[in-house]
């Protein structure tokens, strides 16, 4: 039986019918992991290009208001306005803003705080308005869910219990004097 068998995988080995399709059927896998993780990777771009632009227009209309220093829904609708593509921005978005010194500088906590769809809904973090002349941090985070989530972007990010990724976006204004 073994010599047969042995006999039959030596046959097999040399033999030429199927060779094209045997090269086929070894890298289509590949292929297809490299379009999936070029799709994830292409719309986590373009989300975090959409936060870090409804981010900026955001800042910039505060930056160069009258003098009033908006809320934290008035910088939450606005980014939201201004980011593109992103479904539920107003539920996924959390925002933290502190005033700091520039001369002794003190930025943001490390970790930032995210939503998270299994925990109860938390008050804003921190978010001070401010004063005109004040440097001012405000840091959005951003809960979103891959749309590949087993695939090999999609594992290699840090999901929460939930299977959301956080992103998050950062910027420093002044605010203009009246």
Known sequence: MMPRLAQGLRRFWRGDAGTVSMEFVMLTPFLIGFMIFSIELGIVTFRAAMLERGLDIAVREIRLGTGTAPQHDE????????????????????????????????????TPDCTDAEEPAKPVREFTPGVQNQLMLLRACLKYSPIFPDAILGNALTKDASGEVAMVAISAFVQEPI
């Open 75 to 110: 910088i939450k609708e606005r980014i939201c306005e201004n980011t593109v593509g992103i479904l539920n921005c107003a539920d996924k978005l959390r925002l933290e803003m502190v005033p700091t010194d520039l001369r002794n500088f003190a930025g943001l906590d490390p």
